[in-house]
């Protein structure tokens, strides 16, 4: 729980309440400091005084609330002197808070008030871990992945029909591992770039979705490994339609490829999760991806 107070005995009383209650504490003592605490620490809420210096309670939630790398799930209780005026409380509330307290406090009251917000924070969390969709994108989550490619692989094997896993990383998006990049704070971005420009490149059996790591991941039923490269052909001329009609535009929408592909799926019938891990391995073997955009699993050395 992050807690932003300038005065010391206020901030130190609440502490102590809140740590007797189980919480673990981070202090802040100014707006400015508010702010860099919660987007580094993400916590799992935030107890704001409106009379800080700098950017008081109020106008830190309302950055908070308008930023897209902060989660909108987390409570935020704004705290301010008695009386309160009535439009700084309707300012509060607009500004996103979950609740409006003056001092002295009832820390028995926002405890419990505190316990509420939290276990509707994580029953909306537990229902997004089971979402099928995932909203910023409009593709499939890894769970959406796994269930479509539990049915898709099953047709395919029972059929002898051709498939193709392919994993995709968008340019901009950094790589899990990467040295100059050591952080993914960019995925999603990176992600709704390319799709914008991508879309109509698919097939309608065609089936894209995130993977566990923020990649993109492409299931492609009867597809065999000439039909990879028509695909990834025709999302090259998409993206290049699509910069030479907004030349302006950005990020960029390029990508590089990892896929693997057999004319019968039958003969070699594997479990999803071995696609796209042979997929995505082929990926991260792609060593200049100015030249080489695309590298086939099977074209790997054998280990």
């Not at 028995?108 to 089971?130: E, H, P």
């Not at 000439?226 to 090259?236: I, K, S, T």
Request: hydrophobic residues 45%; glycine residues 8%; negative net charge.
């Amino acid at each position: 729980m992050l807690v932003a107070t300038e005065g010391e005995w206020a901030g130190r009383s609440l502490e102590s309440v809140l740590v007797a209650n189980g919480y673990a504490v981070l202090r802040a003592a100014d707006g400015e400091d508010a702010l860099a605490l919660a987007r580094r620490y993400q916590p799992d809420g935030l107890i704001l005084d409106d009379h800080m210096s700098g950017y008081g309670g109020i106008e830190v939630c309302r950055i908070l609330r308008d930023d897209p790398g902060f989660d909108p799930a987390t409570p935020i209780v704004i705290t301010a002197p008695s009386p309160a005026q009535h439009s700084v409380r309707t300012a509060a509330y607009d500004a996103g808070a979950w609740e409006f307290c003056t001092h002295p406090l009832e820390a028995d009251t926002l405890v419990l008030k505190l316990g509420t917000f939290l276990r509707a924070k994580r029953a909306l969390a537990d229902a997004r871990s089971q979402s099928l969709i995932d909203v910023p994108t409009g593709v499939l989550t890894p769970l959406g992945m796994e269930r479509i490619a539990e049915q898709l692989v099953a047709r395919a094997s029972r059929n002898h029909e051709p498939f193709a896993c392919i994993v995709l990383m968008p340019s901009g998006q950094r790589q899990v591992g990467d040295a100059a990049s050591p952080e993914i704070d960019n995925i999603t971005e990176a992600v709704a770039a390319f799709l914008q420009v991508s879309r109509d490149a698919f097939r309608r059996s065609d089936i894209v979705g995130r993977m566990s790591d923020g990649r993109l991941a492409l299931l492609a039923p009867d597809t065999d490994s000439a039909g990879v490269d028509g695909m990834l052909a025709r999302l090259r001329s998409a993206i290049a339609d699509a910069a030479h009609s907004r030349p302006d535009s950005s990020p960029s929408a390029d990508f590089k490829a990892g896929y693997w592909a057999v004319p019968d799926f039958g003969s070699t019938p594997l479990e999803p999760a071995e696609l796209m891990r042979r997929a995505a391995r082929a990926l991260d073997h792609i060593s200049n991806p100015g030249k080489e955009f695309s590298m086939n699993f099977d074209q790997l050395p054998v280990s």
